[in-house]
């Protein structure tokens, strides 16, 4: 399901991620079944988020690593910055602040 971004929808979620705080912190113990469960579940209701991968964690980051927690969470990986990844889950429901912003946005560049 690892749904791709064009460079302009990633710009645009990342500028509405620029205020969030990382809610989800990757530490030593690295990414076990709790951090997937802990990613999936903010992000379902959140819809953007962004997790931070602490100094004295054992993870390095690759690709490979963010679209497979991507992939695990059932979400979209947007980008990272620095230590701090950002991923991203479409809602269908009426409260859905972030994906009826995405989807104005992604209305708006078709038309052009």
């Known amino acids: 399901m690892v749904q791709q971004l064009s460079s302009r929808e990633r710009a645009f979620?990342?500028?509405?991620?620029?205020n969030l705080e990382p809610v989800v912190r990757i530490g030593k113990e690295g990414i076990d079944e709790n951090v997937l469960k802990s990613i999936a579940e903010v992000v379902k209701k959140r819809e953007l988020i962004k997790v931070k991968?602490?100094?004295n964690s054992s993870v390095g980051f690759d690709r490979e690593l963010a679209d497979e927690i991507a992939k695990d969470t059932k979400s979209i990986f947007v980008d990272k910055i620095g230590n701090i990844l950002i991923f991203f889950k479409p809602k269908n429901t009426k409260d859905a602040v972030i994906t009826?912003?995405?989807n104005e946005f992604k209305k708006k560049k078709n038309k052009k």
């Open 53 to 55: 991968i602490l100094q």
């Open 13 to 18: 979620l990342r500028k509405l991620a620029h």
């Open 100 to 102: 009826t912003e995405f």
